[in-house]
Each structure stands twice: as structure tokens, then as C-alpha cells.
Nanobody, 116 residues
Framework: QEQLVESGGGLVQAGGSLRLSCAASPKIFSGNAMAWYRQAPGKQRELVAGITSRGQTNYKDFVRGRFTITRDNAKNMVYLQMNSLKPEDTAVYYC??????????WGQGTQVTVSS
């Protein structure tokens, strides 16, 4: 069964930190590059950061230096450490493959709200 479960979101003040977690089913996780995405109200979902199966990472400019993506291959988990949060980081955060298809499964996401 293909499954993604995100957690760890919440309400935080600007400058604060959160750590998001994503539990993925083995069928989704094993050997695949994974990523975190986010969708703010009224906007399209956008890529935030990605990580290959071997741990190589890449980040969008708007989070580089503030966010860190990691994975635990033994536990089928992907994490996103978010530091120096800004109000514009407010969004629902999702994890999935780095390369998705129109019919790719998505989890429910986890809400991150950053107050100014």
C-alpha cells in the first residue's frame, strides 16, 4: 500500500524552529529520491527540498541555509528541520517523491503557521 504520513507542524513565532517528519511506505521510499513540498493558501504546491537515496540534497533558494532535509533509510522516514522560520513559510507541507506524476499519491500534509 502506498502511504505518506506527515507530522510535526504547528504554530511558531518568526525566527523559531520546527522539525517535520514523513513516514513513507516501503514501496514509495525504498531507493527513491524524496522531497518536501509546500502549498500556501491560494498558491500552487511548490518544491522545497529534495534528497536522493544516497543522501545528496538540494534546496530551493528561498529555504537554502535555513532548512535541512534528511532521511533514515532503515526507518523509511524523511525529515525537514526548519530554522529561522518566516511568516512566508506558512503553508501545508507534504513529502513525496522528488519526481511526481499526476496520479502520485499524496498524504494529508502538516500545517505550518509562522506568526510575525
Amino acid at each position: 500500500q502506498e502511504q505518506l504520513v506527515e507530522s510535526g507542524g504547528g504554530l511558531v513565532q518568526a525566527g523559531g524552529s520546527l522539525r517535520l517528519s514523513c513516514a513513507a511506505s516501503p514501496k514509495i521510499f525504498s531507493g527513491n529520491a524524496m522531497a518536501w513540498y509546500r502549498q500556501a493558501p491560494g498558491k500552487q504546491r511548490e518544491l522545497v527540498a529534495g534528497i536522493t537515496s544516497r543522501g545528496q540534497t538540494n534546496y530551493k533558494d528561498f529555504v537554502r541555509g535555513r532548512f535541512t532535509i534528511t532521511r533514515d533509510n532503515a526507518k523509511n522516514m524523511v525529515y525537514l528541520q526548519m530554522n529561522s522560520l518566516k511568516p512566508e513559510d506558512t503553508a501545508v507541507y507534504y513529502c513525496n517523491w522528488l519526481v511526481t506524476a499526476p496520479d502520485s499519491p499524496w498524504g494529508q500534509g502538516t500545517q505550518v503557521t509562522v506568526s510575525s
